[in-house]
């Protein structure tokens, strides 16, 4: 029940409310965001939705951090010095997380959830093969979820998938919970944020090992 029906009314809920109390400090953002750089304020990625394969898709939104000349389809970590493309502003935005705040809006339109496996980018199937080994591909994704209290950015993609995988196993209003609050302590820290980088705490193990 709480699955096919509570997860979702909770989502439309919290989702509203967010954007009633945050519209003002969003509209700050974006007008810091303007003057920062040249460019639109929202930046538009199409991304995997809820659909076994990943051939569903729709586009995220996110307050955009980078310059206008970065490859718009490429993952940050597969980007050379990608640092060099964040804007003074956006190195901020990205790492409290504020970057992410219109996907309230996905959230409220059915293309997300509060809780879930973060959606891939379209291009990105290593990961969206690996997800469908578990299932993580048949949920609706989310604006964080138990990946992203584990690593984030740190976690090498088969990781991350057995994350997801581990998420739709224990998926419950319990475990959301635990997710949600997991995630205010690791924004709260700036935990596993890596520009440019993923497999950070394999590579950390690997190095510790050669010691």
Not at 21 to 46: E, H, N, R, T
Not at 140 to 159: C, F, K, M, S, Y
Not at 174 to 197: A, H, I, N, R, Y
């Amino acid at each position: 029940m709480y699955k096919r029906f509570f997860k979702r009314l909770i989502d439309i809920v919290l989702s509203f409310i967010g954007i009633v109390v945050l519209i003002i400090p969003m509209a700050v953002v974006a007008v810091v965001i303007k003057i920062d750089s040249p460019g639109p304020v929202i930046f538009k990625q199409k991304r995997v939705g809820m659909g076994k394969g990943g051939t569903n898709h729709f586009n995220i939104l996110k307050f955009r951090t980078m310059r206008t000349d970065t490859p718009k389809d490429a993952p940050t970590h597969t980007l050379t010095g990608a640092g060099s493309y964040i804007t003074r502003v956006g190195a901020f935005l990205r790492r409290t997380s504020i970057d992410e705040l219109p996907q309230l809006f996905n959230i409220l339109c059915g293309h997300m959830s509060i809780i879930g496996p973060r959606p891939a980018l379209w291009n990105q199937f290593d990961l969206i093969a690996e997800r469908d080994k578990y299932g993580a591909n048949e949920v609706r994704p989310g604006l964080t979820g138990w990946a992203q209290i584990n690593g984030r950015d740190e976690l090498e993609i088969p990781v991350k998938a057995r994350l997801d995988g581990e998420y739709v196993e224990r998926l419950s209003f319990s475990f959301d919970c635990k997710c949600f609050f997991g995630t205010v302590k690791s924004v709260l820290k700036s935990d596993g944020v890596v520009e440019g980088g993923t497999g950070v705490k394999e590579a950390e193990k690997e190095e510790a090992t050669k010691k």
